[in-house]
Protein backbone atom coordinates (compact mmCIF):
# COMPACT_ATOMS: atom_id res chain seq x y z
CA UNK A 1 0.00 0.00 0.00
CA UNK A 2 1.35 3.64 -0.69
CA UNK A 3 2.19 5.84 1.73
CA UNK A 4 -0.22 8.13 2.76
CA UNK A 5 0.08 12.11 2.77
CA UNK A 6 -1.57 13.38 6.20
CA UNK A 7 -2.74 16.78 5.70
CA UNK A 8 -4.65 16.76 8.84
CA UNK A 9 -6.28 20.03 10.23
CA UNK A 10 -7.29 20.36 13.50
CA UNK A 11 -11.25 21.89 14.10
CA UNK A 12 -11.39 24.90 16.70
CA UNK A 13 -14.84 25.89 16.53
CA UNK A 14 -14.77 27.89 19.50
CA UNK A 15 -11.38 29.15 19.75
CA UNK A 16 -10.37 26.35 22.33
CA UNK A 17 -6.76 27.39 21.56
CA UNK A 18 -7.13 30.76 23.04
CA UNK A 19 -7.31 29.26 26.89
CA UNK A 20 -3.60 26.84 25.52
CA UNK A 21 -0.36 28.61 26.61
CA UNK A 22 1.89 28.88 24.11
CA UNK A 23 4.08 25.69 25.67
CA UNK A 24 0.71 23.83 24.66
CA UNK A 25 0.64 24.94 21.53
CA UNK A 26 4.35 23.79 20.91
CA UNK A 27 4.12 20.25 22.68
CA UNK A 28 0.76 19.66 20.43
CA UNK A 29 2.62 20.80 17.43
CA UNK A 30 5.43 18.83 17.77
CA UNK A 31 3.33 15.70 18.86
CA UNK A 32 1.39 16.30 15.54
CA UNK A 33 4.44 16.62 13.28
CA UNK A 34 5.49 13.49 14.73
CA UNK A 35 2.09 11.63 13.80
CA UNK A 36 2.51 13.11 10.16
CA UNK A 37 6.10 12.28 9.47
CA UNK A 38 6.28 8.42 11.28
CA UNK A 39 2.72 7.96 11.90
CA UNK A 40 0.59 8.43 8.99
CA UNK A 41 2.57 7.40 6.40
CA UNK A 42 2.89 3.83 7.65
CA UNK A 43 -0.08 2.63 10.51
CA UNK A 44 -2.26 1.67 7.92
CA UNK A 45 0.22 -1.55 6.78
CA UNK A 46 0.77 -2.44 9.88
CA UNK A 47 -2.76 -2.33 11.00
CA UNK A 48 -3.41 -4.35 8.15
CA UNK A 49 -1.11 -6.84 9.45
CA UNK A 50 -1.66 -6.86 12.69
CA UNK A 51 1.66 -6.05 13.39
CA UNK A 52 3.20 -3.43 16.29
CA UNK A 53 5.18 -1.32 15.26
CA UNK A 54 8.38 -1.69 17.40
CA UNK A 55 10.53 1.29 16.44
CA UNK A 56 8.01 3.75 17.71
CA UNK A 57 9.19 3.05 21.15
CA UNK A 58 12.43 4.60 21.52
CA UNK A 59 10.60 7.28 18.79
CA UNK A 60 8.03 8.05 21.54
CA UNK A 61 10.72 7.84 24.51
CA UNK A 62 12.30 10.66 22.45
CA UNK A 63 9.29 12.60 21.95
CA UNK A 64 8.65 12.89 25.73
CA UNK A 65 5.46 11.10 25.52
CA UNK A 66 6.49 8.39 28.32
CA UNK A 67 5.45 9.85 31.70
CA UNK A 68 5.39 13.86 30.34
CA UNK A 69 4.09 14.55 34.14
CA UNK A 70 6.54 12.72 36.13
CA UNK A 71 9.39 14.40 37.29
CA UNK A 72 12.52 15.31 35.16
CA UNK A 73 15.01 13.60 38.00
CA UNK A 74 13.15 10.24 37.39
CA UNK A 75 13.40 11.05 33.30
CA UNK A 76 9.61 12.35 32.89
CA UNK A 77 8.75 15.65 31.32
CA UNK A 78 7.74 17.64 34.89
CA UNK A 79 4.95 18.90 32.18
CA UNK A 80 1.02 19.94 33.28
CA UNK A 81 -2.20 17.59 32.34
CA UNK A 82 -3.19 19.75 29.81
CA UNK A 83 0.63 19.21 27.66
CA UNK A 84 -0.16 15.47 28.87
CA UNK A 85 -3.52 15.25 27.12
CA UNK A 86 -2.55 16.97 23.83
CA UNK A 87 -0.45 14.23 23.68
CA UNK A 88 -2.50 11.90 23.64
CA UNK A 89 -5.03 13.42 21.41
CA UNK A 90 -2.35 13.69 18.65
CA UNK A 91 -1.33 10.33 19.11
CA UNK A 92 -4.74 9.23 18.96
CA UNK A 93 -5.32 11.18 16.31
CA UNK A 94 -2.65 8.89 13.90
CA UNK A 95 -4.16 5.50 15.84
CA UNK A 96 -5.46 4.44 19.07
CA UNK A 97 -2.89 2.04 19.66
CA UNK A 98 0.35 4.07 19.42
CA UNK A 99 -1.70 6.51 22.05
CA UNK A 100 -2.17 2.96 23.91
CA UNK A 101 1.23 2.39 23.97
CA UNK A 102 2.37 5.85 25.74
CA UNK A 103 -1.00 5.48 27.92
CA UNK A 104 0.12 2.33 29.44
CA UNK A 105 4.03 3.47 29.80
CA UNK A 106 3.17 6.62 31.29
CA UNK A 107 0.34 6.32 33.11
CA UNK A 108 -0.26 2.62 34.23
CA UNK A 109 3.83 1.84 34.34
CA UNK A 110 5.20 4.32 35.11
CA UNK A 111 2.76 6.43 37.66
CA UNK A 112 2.44 3.35 39.80
CA UNK A 113 6.31 3.36 40.22
CA UNK A 114 6.48 6.78 40.98
CA UNK A 115 3.72 7.10 43.32
CA UNK A 116 3.63 4.44 44.82
CA UNK A 117 7.14 2.75 44.36
CA UNK A 118 10.53 2.88 46.42
CA UNK A 119 13.40 5.71 45.48
CA UNK A 120 15.14 2.48 44.36
CA UNK A 121 12.68 1.18 42.78
CA UNK A 122 11.83 4.76 41.21
CA UNK A 123 15.69 5.19 40.03
CA UNK A 124 15.81 1.84 38.63
CA UNK A 125 12.95 1.62 36.18
CA UNK A 126 11.72 5.28 35.46
CA UNK A 127 14.29 6.87 33.37
CA UNK A 128 14.92 3.73 31.18
CA UNK A 129 10.85 3.78 30.73
CA UNK A 130 10.84 7.21 30.25
CA UNK A 131 13.54 7.14 27.41
CA UNK A 132 11.99 3.74 25.97
CA UNK A 133 14.73 1.24 26.45
CA UNK A 134 12.44 -0.63 28.58
CA UNK A 135 8.94 -0.74 27.76
CA UNK A 136 6.21 -1.67 30.10
CA UNK A 137 2.80 -3.18 30.80
CA UNK A 138 0.07 -3.60 33.36
CA UNK A 139 -1.99 -6.29 34.40
CA UNK A 140 -4.95 -5.78 36.26
CA UNK A 141 -7.68 -7.62 33.90
CA UNK A 142 -8.02 -11.63 34.38
CA UNK A 143 -9.86 -14.08 32.53
CA UNK A 144 -12.61 -14.27 34.96
CA UNK A 145 -12.60 -10.82 36.19
CA UNK A 146 -12.67 -7.73 34.03
CA UNK A 147 -15.61 -5.22 34.82
CA UNK A 148 -14.65 -7.28 39.11
CA UNK A 149 -10.80 -6.70 39.21
CA UNK A 150 -11.39 -6.73 43.01
CA UNK A 151 -12.08 -10.74 42.42
CA UNK A 152 -8.77 -11.67 41.05
CA UNK A 153 -7.79 -14.55 41.89
CA UNK A 154 -3.72 -14.34 40.83
CA UNK A 155 -1.88 -14.49 44.24
CA UNK A 156 1.78 -13.81 46.40
CA UNK A 157 3.14 -16.38 48.58
CA UNK A 158 5.40 -15.14 51.02
CA UNK A 159 8.91 -16.82 50.57
CA UNK A 160 12.06 -15.38 52.84
CA UNK A 161 13.11 -12.56 50.46
CA UNK A 162 11.13 -13.14 47.55
CA UNK A 163 7.45 -13.99 46.78
CA UNK A 164 5.76 -16.44 44.63
CA UNK A 165 3.40 -15.43 42.05
CA UNK A 166 0.67 -17.38 40.27
CA UNK A 167 -2.25 -16.56 38.07
CA UNK A 168 -2.65 -15.50 34.95
CA UNK A 169 -3.92 -11.77 33.13
CA UNK A 170 -5.47 -11.37 29.93
CA UNK A 171 -5.95 -8.40 27.43
CA UNK A 172 -2.90 -6.63 28.29
CA UNK A 173 -1.66 -4.41 26.37
CA UNK A 174 2.17 -4.44 25.19
CA UNK A 175 2.41 -7.04 26.90
CA UNK A 176 4.35 -9.36 24.02
CA UNK A 177 7.27 -6.47 23.65
CA UNK A 178 7.54 -5.45 27.55
CA UNK A 179 10.50 -5.89 29.70
CA UNK A 180 8.36 -4.94 32.45
CA UNK A 181 5.21 -5.34 34.15
CA UNK A 182 3.32 -3.88 37.08
CA UNK A 183 0.96 -6.61 38.26
CA UNK A 184 -1.69 -6.20 40.59
CA UNK A 185 -2.43 -9.36 43.00
CA UNK A 186 -3.54 -11.37 46.40
CA UNK A 187 -1.21 -11.14 49.21
CA UNK A 188 -1.85 -14.29 51.70
CA UNK A 189 -4.55 -11.93 53.77
CA UNK A 190 -6.41 -11.51 50.42
CA UNK A 191 -4.69 -7.70 49.81
CA UNK A 192 -4.44 -6.43 46.64
CA UNK A 193 -0.05 -5.85 46.10
CA UNK A 194 1.37 -3.95 43.10
CA UNK A 195 4.29 -6.03 41.88
CA UNK A 196 6.86 -5.55 39.11
CA UNK A 197 7.63 -8.37 37.37
CA UNK A 198 10.83 -8.20 34.75
CA UNK A 199 11.40 -10.53 31.60
CA UNK A 200 13.61 -13.44 32.77
CA UNK A 201 11.89 -14.26 35.35
CA UNK A 202 11.52 -18.52 35.42
CA UNK A 203 7.84 -18.94 34.97
CA UNK A 204 7.18 -15.94 33.53
CA UNK A 205 5.57 -16.13 29.80
CA UNK A 206 3.76 -13.44 27.64
CA UNK A 207 1.90 -15.62 24.83
CA UNK A 208 0.22 -13.02 22.24
CA UNK A 209 -3.17 -12.65 21.56
CA UNK A 210 -4.10 -12.70 17.90
CA UNK A 211 -7.42 -12.58 15.79
CA UNK A 212 -8.49 -8.98 16.89
CA UNK A 213 -10.44 -6.68 14.59
CA UNK A 214 -9.40 -3.91 17.23
CA UNK A 215 -5.84 -2.14 17.93
CA UNK A 216 -4.37 -4.58 15.30
CA UNK A 217 -1.38 -2.38 15.75
CA UNK A 218 -1.05 -2.69 19.21
CA UNK A 219 0.10 -5.49 20.45
CA UNK A 220 -1.96 -7.45 22.85
CA UNK A 221 -0.81 -10.58 25.41
CA UNK A 222 -1.62 -12.65 28.01
CA UNK A 223 0.72 -12.77 31.16
CA UNK A 224 1.39 -16.13 32.53
CA UNK A 225 2.81 -16.95 35.89
CA UNK A 226 3.87 -19.97 36.95
CA UNK A 227 5.55 -20.01 40.60
CA UNK A 228 7.63 -17.26 39.30
CA UNK A 229 10.30 -15.72 42.43
CA UNK A 230 10.05 -12.33 42.75
CA UNK A 231 12.28 -10.65 44.87
CA UNK A 232 10.26 -8.26 48.02
CA UNK A 233 12.14 -5.60 46.89
CA UNK A 234 10.01 -5.35 43.45
CA UNK A 235 6.82 -5.33 45.36
CA UNK A 236 4.93 -1.49 45.51
CA UNK A 237 5.35 -0.88 48.93
CA UNK A 238 3.40 2.31 49.04
CA UNK A 239 -0.22 0.88 48.48
CA UNK A 240 -2.34 -1.72 48.84
CA UNK A 241 -5.73 -2.38 47.45
CA UNK A 242 -8.01 -1.88 44.81
CA UNK A 243 -7.29 2.08 45.05
CA UNK A 244 -4.01 1.11 43.50
CA UNK A 245 -4.88 -0.17 40.37
CA UNK A 246 -7.77 2.41 39.84
CA UNK A 247 -5.73 5.49 40.82
CA UNK A 248 -3.51 4.58 37.85
CA UNK A 249 -6.39 3.80 35.86
CA UNK A 250 -7.97 7.31 36.73
CA UNK A 251 -4.70 8.74 35.20
CA UNK A 252 -4.66 6.55 31.87
CA UNK A 253 -8.65 7.81 31.50
CA UNK A 254 -8.17 11.39 31.52
CA UNK A 255 -5.81 10.46 28.79
CA UNK A 256 -8.24 8.52 26.78
CA UNK A 257 -10.37 11.46 27.11
CA UNK A 258 -8.49 13.12 25.27
CA UNK A 259 -7.74 10.68 22.68
CA UNK A 260 -10.90 9.51 21.80
CA UNK A 261 -11.68 13.11 20.44
CA UNK A 262 -8.40 13.30 19.06
CA UNK A 263 -9.39 9.86 16.72
CA UNK A 264 -13.00 11.68 15.83
CA UNK A 265 -10.86 15.09 14.85
CA UNK A 266 -9.14 12.98 12.56
CA UNK A 267 -12.21 11.57 10.90
CA UNK A 268 -14.07 14.96 11.15
CA UNK A 269 -11.20 16.52 9.33
CA UNK A 270 -11.29 13.62 6.73
CA UNK A 271 -14.68 13.74 5.74
CA UNK A 272 -15.55 17.55 5.62
CA UNK A 273 -12.87 17.82 2.93
CA UNK A 274 -14.74 14.35 1.24
CA UNK A 275 -17.95 15.69 1.33
CA UNK A 276 -16.80 19.16 -0.46
CA UNK A 277 -14.85 16.95 -3.00
CA UNK A 278 -17.10 14.02 -3.70
CA UNK A 279 -19.73 15.24 -6.39
CA UNK A 280 -23.04 13.10 -6.51
CA UNK A 281 -25.96 14.69 -8.99
CA UNK A 282 -23.93 17.25 -10.05
CA UNK A 283 -23.00 18.93 -7.03
CA UNK A 284 -20.87 18.22 -3.98
CA UNK A 285 -22.46 16.02 -0.96
CA UNK A 286 -21.32 18.34 1.53
CA UNK A 287 -24.58 20.85 -0.33
CA UNK A 288 -26.88 18.62 0.82
CA UNK A 289 -28.96 18.35 3.97
CA UNK A 290 -28.48 14.70 5.06
CA UNK A 291 -24.52 14.90 4.76
CA UNK A 292 -24.44 18.93 6.50
CA UNK A 293 -26.84 17.25 9.33
CA UNK A 294 -23.84 14.60 9.89
CA UNK A 295 -20.73 17.51 10.14
CA UNK A 296 -22.67 19.49 11.74
CA UNK A 297 -23.27 17.54 14.23
CA UNK A 298 -19.91 16.33 14.55
CA UNK A 299 -17.84 19.61 15.33
CA UNK A 300 -20.88 20.53 17.85
CA UNK A 301 -20.02 17.43 19.80
CA UNK A 302 -15.73 17.73 19.28
CA UNK A 303 -15.82 20.78 20.48
CA UNK A 304 -18.52 20.32 23.45
CA UNK A 305 -15.82 17.75 24.25
CA UNK A 306 -12.75 20.11 23.87
CA UNK A 307 -14.12 22.31 25.84
CA UNK A 308 -14.76 19.55 28.74
CA UNK A 309 -11.55 18.12 28.61
CA UNK A 310 -9.58 21.36 28.61
CA UNK A 311 -12.09 21.60 31.91
CA UNK A 312 -10.57 18.66 33.57
CA UNK A 313 -7.60 19.06 32.71
CA UNK A 314 -7.42 22.54 34.68
CA UNK A 315 -9.06 20.38 37.68
CA UNK A 316 -6.48 18.15 37.13
CA UNK A 317 -3.40 20.89 37.42
CA UNK A 318 -5.59 21.73 41.00
CA UNK A 319 -5.17 18.53 42.15
CA UNK A 320 -9.10 19.05 42.49
CA UNK A 321 -10.42 16.58 39.74
CA UNK A 322 -12.71 13.36 41.32
CA UNK A 323 -12.50 9.94 39.67
CA UNK A 324 -16.23 10.48 38.37
CA UNK A 325 -15.23 13.33 36.62
CA UNK A 326 -12.49 11.19 34.89
CA UNK A 327 -15.10 8.70 34.20
CA UNK A 328 -17.93 11.22 32.42
CA UNK A 329 -15.51 12.46 30.15
CA UNK A 330 -13.79 8.80 29.29
CA UNK A 331 -17.39 7.90 28.25
CA UNK A 332 -18.61 11.29 26.43
CA UNK A 333 -15.24 11.37 24.35
CA UNK A 334 -15.78 7.20 23.76
CA UNK A 335 -19.52 7.87 22.89
CA UNK A 336 -18.63 10.80 20.76
CA UNK A 337 -15.58 9.78 18.92
CA UNK A 338 -17.36 6.29 18.17
CA UNK A 339 -20.74 8.06 16.48
CA UNK A 340 -18.24 10.24 14.66
CA UNK A 341 -16.33 7.80 13.28
CA UNK A 342 -19.84 6.03 12.08
CA UNK A 343 -20.92 8.87 10.37
CA UNK A 344 -17.73 9.48 8.92
CA UNK A 345 -17.26 6.22 7.52
CA UNK A 346 -21.32 6.65 5.41
CA UNK A 347 -19.86 10.09 4.63
CA UNK A 348 -17.04 8.60 2.16
CA UNK A 349 -19.76 5.95 0.68
CA UNK A 350 -17.33 2.49 -0.50
CA UNK A 351 -13.85 4.46 0.04
CA UNK A 352 -14.80 4.32 4.11
CA UNK A 353 -14.06 0.54 4.36
CA UNK A 354 -10.99 0.89 2.93
CA UNK A 355 -7.22 1.20 4.06
CA UNK A 356 -7.13 4.56 1.82
CA UNK A 357 -8.86 6.56 4.59
CA UNK A 358 -8.15 5.59 8.19
CA UNK A 359 -11.96 5.79 9.28
CA UNK A 360 -12.50 3.02 9.64
CA UNK A 361 -9.08 1.83 11.31
CA UNK A 362 -10.34 4.47 14.00
CA UNK A 363 -13.94 2.81 13.98
CA UNK A 364 -12.74 -0.20 14.59
CA UNK A 365 -9.72 0.86 17.15
CA UNK A 366 -12.81 3.13 19.15
CA UNK A 367 -14.57 -0.42 19.92
CA UNK A 368 -11.77 -1.24 22.17
CA UNK A 369 -11.03 2.22 23.35
CA UNK A 370 -14.70 2.05 24.40
CA UNK A 371 -14.57 -1.42 26.53
CA UNK A 372 -11.03 -0.79 28.18
CA UNK A 373 -9.97 1.20 31.00
CA UNK A 374 -13.87 0.71 32.35
CA UNK A 375 -16.76 -0.29 30.00
CA UNK A 376 -19.01 2.21 28.71
CA UNK A 377 -21.57 0.51 30.96
CA UNK A 378 -19.21 1.11 33.91
CA UNK A 379 -18.52 4.83 33.75
CA UNK A 380 -22.11 5.04 33.41
CA UNK A 381 -22.74 3.59 36.39
CA UNK A 382 -19.47 5.41 38.13
CA UNK A 383 -22.08 8.96 37.45
CA UNK A 384 -24.87 6.79 38.48
CA UNK A 385 -23.51 6.14 42.25
CA UNK A 386 -22.11 9.89 42.42
CA UNK A 387 -25.15 11.49 41.49
CA UNK A 388 -27.31 9.07 43.02
CA UNK A 389 -25.26 7.69 46.08
CA UNK A 390 -26.78 4.27 45.47
CA UNK A 391 -24.49 1.59 44.09
CA UNK A 392 -25.90 -0.47 41.07
CA UNK A 393 -23.32 -2.04 40.15
CA UNK A 394 -23.42 -5.14 42.72
P1 LIG B 1 -14.80 0.14 45.13
O1 LIG B 1 -15.20 -0.44 46.44
O2 LIG B 1 -15.70 1.13 44.48
O3 LIG B 1 -13.36 0.82 45.26
C1 LIG B 1 -12.28 0.17 45.89
C2 LIG B 1 -11.33 1.25 46.39
O4 LIG B 1 -10.81 1.98 45.27
C3 LIG B 1 -11.17 3.38 45.38
N1 LIG B 1 -11.46 3.83 43.99
C4 LIG B 1 -10.63 4.61 43.29
N2 LIG B 1 -9.46 5.18 43.61
C5 LIG B 1 -8.84 5.92 42.65
N3 LIG B 1 -9.34 6.07 41.41
C6 LIG B 1 -10.51 5.50 41.04
N4 LIG B 1 -10.97 5.64 39.80
C7 LIG B 1 -11.23 4.74 42.02
N5 LIG B 1 -12.39 4.03 42.01
C8 LIG B 1 -12.52 3.49 43.24
C9 LIG B 1 -12.36 3.40 46.28
O5 LIG B 1 -12.49 4.65 46.92
C10 LIG B 1 -12.01 2.30 47.26
O6 LIG B 1 -11.01 2.80 48.13
P2 LIG B 1 -10.91 2.29 49.68
O7 LIG B 1 -9.89 3.18 50.30
O8 LIG B 1 -12.29 2.45 50.25
O9 LIG B 1 -10.49 0.85 49.61
O10 LIG B 1 -14.50 -1.10 44.17
P3 LIG B 1 -15.45 -2.12 43.44
O11 LIG B 1 -14.88 -3.48 43.62
O12 LIG B 1 -16.88 -1.88 43.88
O13 LIG B 1 -15.31 -1.75 41.89
C11 LIG B 1 -15.70 -0.51 41.44
C12 LIG B 1 -15.52 -0.37 39.87
C13 LIG B 1 -16.44 -1.32 39.16
C14 LIG B 1 -15.90 1.04 39.53
C15 LIG B 1 -14.08 -0.59 39.47
O14 LIG B 1 -13.57 -1.76 39.89
C16 LIG B 1 -13.81 -0.38 37.98
O15 LIG B 1 -13.46 0.72 37.62
N6 LIG B 1 -13.95 -1.43 37.09
C17 LIG B 1 -13.49 -1.34 35.72
C18 LIG B 1 -12.18 -2.10 35.60
C19 LIG B 1 -11.23 -1.43 34.67
O16 LIG B 1 -11.32 -0.25 34.36
N7 LIG B 1 -10.24 -2.18 34.23
C20 LIG B 1 -9.23 -1.63 33.39
C21 LIG B 1 -8.07 -2.59 33.24
S1 LIG B 1 -6.62 -1.79 32.64
C22 LIG B 1 -6.94 -1.44 31.05
O17 LIG B 1 -7.98 -1.63 30.52
C23 LIG B 1 -5.81 -0.84 30.31
S2 LIG B 1 -6.09 -0.60 28.64
C24 LIG B 1 -4.80 0.43 28.37
C25 LIG B 1 -4.60 0.86 26.98
O18 LIG B 1 -4.24 0.00 26.13
O19 LIG B 1 -4.70 2.09 26.74
P1 LIG C 1 -16.84 -7.97 31.38
O1 LIG C 1 -16.44 -7.34 32.66
O2 LIG C 1 -17.10 -9.43 31.36
O3 LIG C 1 -18.13 -7.20 30.84
C1 LIG C 1 -18.97 -7.73 29.83
C2 LIG C 1 -20.20 -6.82 29.71
O4 LIG C 1 -20.90 -6.80 30.96
C3 LIG C 1 -19.80 -5.38 29.42
O5 LIG C 1 -20.74 -4.80 28.52
C4 LIG C 1 -19.92 -4.70 30.78
O6 LIG C 1 -20.22 -3.32 30.67
C5 LIG C 1 -21.09 -5.47 31.39
N1 LIG C 1 -21.07 -5.42 32.87
C6 LIG C 1 -20.11 -5.88 33.70
N2 LIG C 1 -20.44 -5.64 34.98
C7 LIG C 1 -21.63 -4.99 34.96
C8 LIG C 1 -22.50 -4.45 35.96
N3 LIG C 1 -22.19 -4.48 37.26
N4 LIG C 1 -23.66 -3.86 35.55
C9 LIG C 1 -23.97 -3.78 34.24
N5 LIG C 1 -23.20 -4.27 33.25
C10 LIG C 1 -22.05 -4.87 33.61
N6 LIG C 1 -6.64 -4.85 30.94
C11 LIG C 1 -5.50 -4.68 31.68
O7 LIG C 1 -5.46 -4.99 32.86
N7 LIG C 1 -4.38 -4.17 31.09
C12 LIG C 1 -4.34 -3.81 29.78
O8 LIG C 1 -3.30 -3.32 29.28
C13 LIG C 1 -5.52 -4.00 28.99
N8 LIG C 1 -5.49 -3.74 27.64
C14 LIG C 1 -6.58 -4.08 26.87
C15 LIG C 1 -6.49 -4.00 25.48
C16 LIG C 1 -7.56 -4.38 24.68
C17 LIG C 1 -7.43 -4.33 23.20
C18 LIG C 1 -8.77 -4.81 25.30
C19 LIG C 1 -9.95 -5.19 24.47
C20 LIG C 1 -8.86 -4.89 26.68
C21 LIG C 1 -7.76 -4.55 27.48
N9 LIG C 1 -7.81 -4.72 28.87
C22 LIG C 1 -6.68 -4.53 29.63
C23 LIG C 1 -8.98 -5.31 29.51
C24 LIG C 1 -10.15 -4.36 29.67
O9 LIG C 1 -9.91 -3.45 30.70
C25 LIG C 1 -11.40 -5.21 29.93
O10 LIG C 1 -11.74 -5.84 28.70
C26 LIG C 1 -12.56 -4.39 30.43
O11 LIG C 1 -12.30 -3.85 31.72
C27 LIG C 1 -13.87 -5.20 30.48
O12 LIG C 1 -13.68 -6.44 31.07
P2 LIG C 1 -14.20 -7.78 30.32
O13 LIG C 1 -13.70 -7.75 28.93
O14 LIG C 1 -13.85 -8.93 31.17
O15 LIG C 1 -15.78 -7.60 30.24
Not at 37 to 44: D, V
Not at 208 to 235: M, Q
Not at 266 to 294: H, M, S, T, W
Not at 305 to 325: I, S, Y
Request: net charge negative.
Amino acid sequence: MAAKTDNFQSPDYFNVDELLTEEHKLIRESVRNYVKKEISPIIEDYAQRAEFPLQIVKQLGDLGCFGPTVPEQYGGGGLDYISYGLMMQELERGDSGVRSTASVQGSLVMFPIYQYGSEEQRNKFLPKLATGEWLGCFGLTEPNHGSDPGGMLTTIKDAGDNVILNGAKMWISNAPFAQVAVVWAKDESGEICGVIVERGMEGFSTPATHGKWSLRASATGELVFDNVKVPKANILPNVKGLKGPLGCLTKARYGIAWGAIGAAMDCYDIALNYAKERVQFGRPIAGFQLQQKKLAEMVTEITKAQLLNWRLGVLMNEGKVTPQQVSMAKRNACEVATNITRDARQILGGMGITGEYPVMRHMMNLESVITYEGTHDIHLLITGMDVTGLNAFK
